[in-house]
Every structure is written in structure tokens, then in C-alpha cells.
């Protein structure tokens, strides 16, 4: 299964005067994962879906990234 949050660990080099920074992170959107919009995707009522900002539950994500500051 595909997941929208990735991460990295960046090279740090040994003359960087700043400290390194362990991960880094990058939210990737769901659409991507999709391919082509098949048929038959179930609905968000509509109040919800204005609310979310989208009609399909497959293309809803949450925004800022949920674990920003934690560290894997």
C-alpha cells in the first residue's frame, strides 16, 4: 500500500556549519495512487463535502502533514 507521507534521510556533511537535520519530510497527493477515476466511487454527503473541499473519500487529504515534527 501506497502512503502519502514520505521521508528521507539527507546527506550531512561533516563541514555543514549547521546541525544536521535527521529526516526530512514531503506529502505526496492521492491522486497520484489513483491512475484514472473509476466509476461507482462512493460520495461524500454534500455539506461534508463541501466542507472537505472534495466530492470522493479516496481524494480527501488532510493538510499540513499529521506527523510534522515527529521523528521516524
Not at 45 to 59: Q, R, S
Request: neutral net charge; charged residues 15%.
Amino acid at each position: 500500500m501506497n502512503t502519502p507521507i514520505k521521508w528521507y534521510h539527507p546527506y550531512a556533511s561533516t563541514a555543514d556549519p549547521c546541525p544536521p537535520i535527521e529526516w526530512k519530510y514531503y506529502q505526496t497527493p492521492p491522486n497520484l495512487y489513483l491512475g484514472f477515476q473509476p466509476t461507482g466511487l462512493p460520495q461524500y454527503p454534500l455539506k461534508e463535502a463541501l466542507y472537505k473541499g472534495v466530492l470522493w473519500p479516496v481524494l480527501f487529504d488532510p493538510y499540513p502533514t499529521p506527523i510534522r515534527g515527529e521523528d521516524r
